[in-house]
């Protein structure tokens, strides 16, 4: 069954809180502690995404990736409140259940959050990725996006730093 692309309804959150937990464990296994990964629990991870697109669902966008309606994936872009320059956009996040690794629905979500940002009106994108997560730099590479040469410390768990990528939009 192919994977379908839809904008998120207040009834996904519990998915994709859940995803989210699960996705952040197998993405972040030897970057990050496990102690770490898993000191927050899921339904902690559903209480914050409710709080948060609650209050962000006007300017932010989350889409959902479904096969066969289950949730396979999300991205969530918005402004990017970190930088100066008002043309960015921001990559928050893109998740995939950990079973579809390499089955295509990374680069789909990821075509999709570029087009979403550019209907926003935004001319630039951004991301924040650990810097030690190889696979993720490397598809983010191959997606055009490219090193901005500024870093900070993972807002979650010990410090981690992270690279900031942009990319112009289409």
């Known amino acids: 069954m192919p994977v379908s692309l839809r904008?998120?309804?207040?009834?996904?959150?519990?998915?994709?809180?859940?995803?989210?937990?699960?996705?952040?464990?197998?993405?972040?296994?030897?970057?990050?502690s496990?102690?770490?990964?898993?000191?927050?629990?899921?339904?902690?991870?559903?209480?914050?995404?409710?709080e948060r697109w609650s209050h962000?669902?006007?300017?932010?966008?989350?889409?959902?990736?479904?096969r066969?309606?289950?949730?396979?994936?999300?991205?969530?872009?918005?402004?990017?409140?970190?930088?100066?320059e008002p043309r960015t956009g921001l990559l928050y996040a893109i998740h995939l259940d950990p079973a579809e690794q390499g089955k295509g629905t990374g680069r789909m979500l990821m075509t999709g959050a570029l087009a979403t940002l550019s209907e926003q009106g935004w001319q630039r994108a951004a991301l924040w990725v650990l810097a030690g997560n190889d696979r993720a730099r490397?598809?983010?590479?191959?997606?055009?996006?490219?090193?901005?040469g500024q870093s900070r410390d993972s807002r979650f768990g010990p410090p981690i730093e992270e690279i900031r990528?942009?990319?112009?939009l289409p």
């Open 165 to 168: 990528y942009d990319r112009q």
């Open 7 to 32: 904008t998120a309804e207040a009834a996904d959150i519990p998915r994709v809180a859940d995803l989210h937990h699960r996705s952040r464990i197998d993405a972040y296994a030897g970057l990050v």
């Open 68 to 84: 066969d309606d289950q949730l396979v994936g999300f991205t969530y872009v918005g402004p990017d409140d970190e930088d100066d």
């Open 34 to 50: 496990r102690r770490a990964l898993t000191q927050v629990s899921a339904p902690v991870f559903a209480a914050w995404w409710v």
């Open 138 to 148: 490397a598809f983010y590479e191959r997606g055009g996006w490219r090193p901005a």
């Open 56 to 66: 962000e669902r006007a300017t932010h966008v989350l889409t959902v990736a479904e």
